[in-house]
């Protein structure tokens, strides 16, 4: 049979030598899954204070070596209809070889049988111990097919089938090569980088024992000398290679970017890639060069990882994101050297947080400041409401289109659905917990105290009695119903992502609505809920797995067929060709490679090659120098070889010590919202601030424990900001040197990862692994489809984009009760933190005990804290370092900031098509001291001012001049907010209106830009036009509150208490200078506006009574002073409030547990009022005079474009007659006609759609 076309993919191969001087100085945290604890309700993944220190097998003296699968190999694709990822299959079989010896070199190569199951049959025929394989999960097809396998080591295996929908199974086997041969090609494969489900199965080295790594106990070699080693992996059945099959619709070219491998023979061209020869099998190539083993000599000497517990060298900082802690750790390095500046270090936060272009802006440093406090929380989806868009008119004027009534129906039902959702989802997680609870009763003795009955727990897991079973069917039910009235996923044709058929069957919808040719229905996103992240720790000193650096580099890897191969097959040393040959001196022989695939030889004689602990013999074979040929190997000179040399595995070897793991214990220390009538926490106007005041808090720490995998972000982080601000802004020499720049920044030790778990732990709840239920459940067949799981679904199940939520479960450790929290506030220290590799070596960074470990004691810990987390007043003041930690939701939430109809007031702008936030315009006139009062389209309502009554000057309003309006009543009718805001009796003193125009002026002077005016000069006469809207602001969860999971509320959680807390909101965000709010009056319970208390963004005259400050911004000396809104979760309705704001910005809500909040009006709700409103100058006496007709005056017209003058005379019957304007000269004449004095409205008609006025310069 011909050599299929090969692509030799190079693979990392790791060696840690392990001897009684290593074991001597080094701990190791060895832990593997235990799937037996399945059959017990348990989490296979131990608890973080459960895993074991050490393991005299998987940790004993040997060469432990592990191969790191090709990156394309480790990740996922994601189904854009169910979400869910699917993983590639992996080589199944590897071949280990080790070299030996100086003078003469022996061989010994074992072939690992990565998805063989260990038996009794195993170890009756030679096998290893079934310590050394590793404990897994197969699907129940699998299992089967190993029955009928004619493998005796697969039909002889006895799968644990305790666990319905999986049998346990230990896997991996290692094989004398001398007497292996393929037994089971045409078995199935099944394993995948993920394994079961377990993120860390391809990398931790006990989690993949003779999978992807295995330990040469060196039995046979009791003295010191130089070993290599080398693997080669490949598929036992060919048709199962990832090349074997390109996937649909892909190219070759396209197959091999997705697995970033990069084949020389593809240029980039697509004709000419599409002439190569597609490769159709893999095989994965890696080396240990010159292995240093003595058993009974000192450790090897180079060592990263005691390199750093001599020097020390490794900080540790936290803060809410990546970016905060890593600017956190940069401050303090270059602090150390140079000193950093509070400007030096807000650039800095904004660099990396993606908000440089921001900080430029006006306002920068409060918007940078307002987009990294946004990052600290994630988000979940929040709902939908639907609008439609009319059909284009030819000329792009406005469509003449009327709304279906059917748009409000859709968004009542969208509104319920997402509501009822919510709930729906509560209720699985508790009918799930339930479940999880009824199988831990019967497995734990004995059982809890506080359990329930488990016959009344039977009672409620039955869908057909009343209980939490019924109620999630009814929940499930209504939710259908729902699904069932809007637009979802088209089911019928097959659609390249999820969101085209979710369009097709938005089309579909509409079409059955008939809805008019050219105008479409869209879903548009509501404000999303979030939730706080985990707090996330970096590490400087460390070095990341070289593999996880590059993560945007391709992989090179390297052709070959039957009729050439780009292998190394020579090296030339002095002139001499020195090639090799398995069997031929100076290569020992390699007994198994009549089994092996093709290639195999040659990969073989390729590393005999490459390694200088076989200088010595090929020198003695070629008759050159020893040294010679050591340099040669030494130095890898691709002009020395005949061949393309790997790209990975030809550096020297050292012991390896890249940390994946960082294991932690914290101390939490939970500060009460309030304590009796006292608060703990005072709203700032940004975040909370703990201040403890007279109350005494007790510290009563709460151990939180957990375990995070490692990660580089930081480097990749900065490296991608870097990139893109130097290919945005960059200059010519600095894109030159960028290239330059990213590969130094690759040798950079950071690591970071979030503290895994914490959040959920404080909430009792477990992210682990755990058993869910089946519909092959004896008991409870029908919880699986309830609970929403994606793979059990049945005829009357939920649609598909609305399963899986459930993913965590109730936290009983050991079965009991775990402390439960529901809020996050607190002040946090660790108490144990340390790290380790893919082998388990420990790295104790923080650790009570000093004496027999740990680089660092908890109490004087110098743990970098980022500003955000820093405390004024410690708990615990014997601890060096502690972090704060303010109030934080531990469910999705969020401020729900929506518009209301400005008339009305009860419909949602978004939701309502016909709803206009807009209760009407204010214009204030600087000139006159007045407030020109509109409608919401725009229409003059009259003046509001002072004028002289008595010894006062008191407010006034005066109707419009055309007569349309002549009493309050009337203008109620038209404007029910103008109204009210000027029938305050508040309103109508000197000092407070004057106040209200003040603060008016002050805060428009700091919006930026100044409106969207076509004349911004005409602002300095009139100001710029304020709308009055109506908005509602409400604190909403998703889903019921979160509640306690220990068992006594397993049937009836309490009340949650946080419902209750006032939390703060501030509206309004002056110093980011694109906040348009000047203030809002906030209304009673029925909806009323208190317009006798005008709540001020910026400080208003001390000499009134009428306007408070919002805020104040910052700490606050007397917090009950603060003046902000408060909500509650448990607001019966949302709080209303009527804003005056510059329409032309947005209006913002911070409230430190969410994210800003922010509310904008639409452009067609301020365009069309604002083109044609009119203005009004109070002027006289001026002397004037008119021409013969009586229709026009002589007056300095000004220069203001995008409108017209005219002048207003008063009539005796209180109607006034407009007049043109005739120009005047700046010379002196007696006109003809007498001179008049008179007094009069000079009239502003602004026509913003006029582009080509007529100017009049004065």
Not at 355 to 375: F, P, Q, T
Not at 473 to 492: I, K, M, S, W, Y
Not at 854 to 866: A, E, K, M, S, T
Not at 1004 to 1010: A, M, Q
């Amino acid at each position: 049979m011909s050599m299929r076309p090969t692509l030799v993919v190079p693979v990392a191969l790791d060696a840690l030598v392990i001897t009684p001087a290593v074991l001597n100085e080094n701990t190791f945290r060895v832990w593997r899954q235990s799937y037996t604890a399945l059959a017990d309700y348990g989490s296979p993944e131990p608890d973080e204070g459960d895993r074991q220190v050490s393991d005299p097998k998987l940790a004993g003296a040997g060469v432990h070596l592990h191969w790191t699968l090709p990156r394309g190999l480790r990740h996922g694709v994601q189904d854009e209809k169910s979400g869910q990822l699917t993983f590639p299959l992996v080589p199944n079989r590897w071949l280990v070889t080790r070299f030996s010896g100086t003078t003469s070199r022996t061989a010994k190569s074992w072939v690992i049988e990565s998805d063989c199951p260990h038996s009794a049959y195993a170890v009756h025929n030679g096998g290893h111990e079934v310590a050394f394989s590793t404990d897994h999960l197969v699907a129940p097809d699998v299992a089967g097919a190993w029955r009928t396998s004619a493998d005796p080591y697969r039909n002889q295996a006895e799968p644990d089938d305790t666990v319905p929908g999986s049998a346990r199974v230990p896997i991996g086997l290692a094989f004398d090569a001398d007497s292996w041969t393929e037994r089971a090609a045409a078995d199935p494969l099944f394993l995948t980088a993920l394994g079961a489900g377990n993120p860390s199965f391809a990398s931790y080295t006990p989690h993949n024992s003779n999978i992807f790594s295995c330990t040469d106990d060196l039995a046979d070699l009791g003295y010191a000398t130089t070993l290599g080693y080398h693997v080669i992996g490949w598929y036992s059945d060919p048709d199962a290679d990832i090349l074997a099959t390109l996937p649909p619709g892909a190219t070759y070219a396209e197959h091999l970017a997705h697995l970033q491998w990069q084949d020389p023979r593809l240029t980039g061209d697509a004709d000419h890639d599409a002439a190569v020869t597609p490769a159709t099998r893999s095989l994965y190539s890696g080396q240990a060069l010159t292995v240093a083993w003595d058993p009974d000599g000192p450790a090897p000497a180079r060592d990263p990882l005691r390199s750093l517990r001599d020097s020390g060298a490794l900080d540790v900082a936290i803060g809410n994101t990546t970016e905060d802690a890593f600017a956190a750790l940069a401050g303090r390095a270059v602090d150390d050297a140079a000193g950093l500046t509070v400007a030096d270090m807000q650039l800095l936060r904004a660099f990396l947080h993606g908000l440089l272009a921001r900080a430029d802006e006006s306002g920068g440093d409060a918007k940078v400041l307002r987009g990294i406090r946004d990052s600290w929380f994630d988000a979940t989806a929040g709902g939908y409401h639907w609008t439609i868009t009319p059909p284009p008119t030819p000329d792009g004027a406005p469509a003449n289109f009327t709304t279906p009534d059917w748009l409000d129906t859709l968004n009542d039902d969208q509104r319920s659905l997402d509501a009822q959702l919510g709930l729906l989802a509560s209720s699985q997680w508790r009918l799930n917990a339930l479940w999880l609870k009824r199988g831990l009763v019967d497995a734990l003795w004995p059982a809890p105290d506080d359990a329930p009955d488990p016959d009344e727990m039977d009672a409620q897991l039955d869908p057909d009695r009343d209980g939490l079973a019924a109620t999630v069917r009814g929940l499930t039910d209504a939710v259908r119903a729902l699904a069932d009235a809007v637009p979802q996923p088209d089911p019928d044709t097959a659609h390249a992502t999820a969101h085209q058929a979710l369009r097709a069957g938005i089309g579909a919808f509409a079409a059955t609505r008939d809805l008019p040719a050219g105008a479409t229905l869209k879903a548009i996103p509501k404000s999303s809920f979030w939730q706080s992240n985990n707090p996330v720790v970096a590490l400087s000193g460390v070095l990341p797995p070289s593999d996880a650096v590059a993560e945007d580099r391709s992989l090179p890897v390297r052709p070959v067929d039957e009729h050439s191969s780009s292998l190394i097959s020579r090296v030339t040393v002095s002139g001499t060709d020195i090639d090799a040959t398995p069997g031929r001196p100076p290569m020992p022989e390699i007994p198994v490679l009549a089994a092996l695939p093709d290639g195999a030889a040659a990969l073989l004689a390729e590393y005999f090659l490459l390694d200088p602990g076989n200088a010595t013999v090929l020198a003695t074979a070629a008759g050159i120098s020893v040294e010679a040929v050591t340099a040669a190997l030494t130095a890898h000179d691709p002009a020395a070889y005949t061949g393309t040399l790997p790209a990975l595995g030809l550096t020297a070897w050292t012991q390896p010590w890249q940390p994946l793991f960082m294991e932690w214990k914290a101390q939490y220390l939970p500060i009460p919202y309030t304590e009796g009538a006292q608060r703990c926490w005072t709203f700032d106007g940004t975040d909370y601030r703990y201040t403890p005041g007279t109350a005494t808090v007790s510290a009563n720490p709460v151990d939180i424990k957990g375990i995070s995998a490692l990660s580089p972000h930081p480097r990749s982080l900065f490296a991608a900001r870097l990139e893109k601000f130097v290919t945005d802004h960059g200059t010519g020499p600095q894109r030159d040197r960028l290239a330059r720049w990213l590969a130094a920044i690759g040798d950079w030790s950071f690591l970071a990862q979030e503290l895994t778990g914490f959040n959920e732990r404080l909430t009792a709840r477990d992210s682990r692994a755990f058993r869910r239920p089946t519909p092959d459940d004896p008991h409870h067949p029908r919880i699986a489809d309830l609970v929403g799981y994606p793979d059990a679904a049945g005829a009357d199940s939920l649609p598909a984009r609305y399963r899986g939520r459930v993913t965590t479960v109730p936290y009983l450790p050991g079965g009991e009760d775990a402390p439960f929290q529901e809020i996050r506030q607190g002040q946090l220290y660790f108490q144990q933190l340390f790290l380790y590799d893919k082998f388990g070596r420990v790295l104790d960074v923080v650790n009570p005990d000093t004496e027999h470990g740990g680089l660092h004691d908890y109490r004087n810990f110098p743990f970098v804290i980022d500003d955000a987390f820093a405390t004024d007043t410690a708990l615990d003041p014997t601890i060096a370092a502690v972090a704060q930690l303010p109030p934080r939701l531990l469910q999705p939430a969020r401020l729900n900031f929506e518009l209301l109809d400005g008339m009305t007031g009860t419909r949602v702008v978004g939701t309502d098509a016909e709803a206009n936030p807009v209760g009407g315009w204010l214009l204030p006139n600087h000139l006159d001291h007045s407030l020109l009062l509109y409608d919401p389209a725009g229409a003059l309502l009259g003046t509001y001012r002072l004028v002289t009554s008595g010894s006062r000057r008191v407010g006034q309003w005066d109707p419009p001049p055309d007569g349309a309006v002549t009493t309050l009543a009337e203008l109620a009718a038209r404007a029910p907010v103008v109204a009210g805001l000027i029938g305050s009796s508040k309103l109508a003193t000197e000092a407070d209106f004057t106040a209200f125009l003040d603060v008016i002026d002050s805060t428009l002077w700091t919006v930026d830009p100044l409106g969207a005016r076509a004349d911004r000069n005409l602002s300095v006469l009139l100001g710029r036009p304020l709308a009055l809207v109506r908005a509602q602001l409400r604190l909403e969860l998703d889903g019921t509150p979160i509640f306690d999971t220990g068992w006594a509320a397993t049937l009836d959680p309490p009340p949650a208490a946080f419902t209750a807390y006032r939390f703060a909101v501030r509206l309004g965000d002056q110093a980011a200078r694109d906040d348009g709010l000047i203030g809002y009056f906030t209304a009673d319970a029925d909806g009323t506006y208190r317009y006798d208390r005008f709540n001020s963004v910026t400080a208003p005259d001390p000499r009134q009574d009428y306007i408070t400050r919002i805020g104040p911004l910052g700490p606050c000396a007397t917090p009950s002073d603060a003046n902000y809104l408060e909500l509650t979760f448990a607001d019966p309705a949302p709080t209303e409030v009527l804003l005056l704001m510059d329409p032309h910005a947005s209006v913002h809500a911070v409230t430190g547990i969410t994210p800003t909040a922010a509310v904008s009006v639409a452009p067609s709700h301020v365009q069309t009022p604002l083109d044609h409103i009119e203005a009004l100058f109070r002027f006289g006496p001026v002397l004037t005079v008119s021409d013969k007709s009586g229709q026009s005056v002589a007056f300095p017209q000004p220069s203001e474009k995008h409108g017209s003058w005219s002048w207003l005379r008063p009539g005796p019957d209180g109607v006034w007659t407009p007049n043109t304007l005739t120009a005047v000269t700046s010379d002196a004449r007696f006109p003809d006609t007498p001179i008049t004095v008179e007094d009069g409205l000079l009239r502003f008609t602004t026509d913003l759609e006029d582009d080509n006025p007529e100017e009049i310069t004065r």
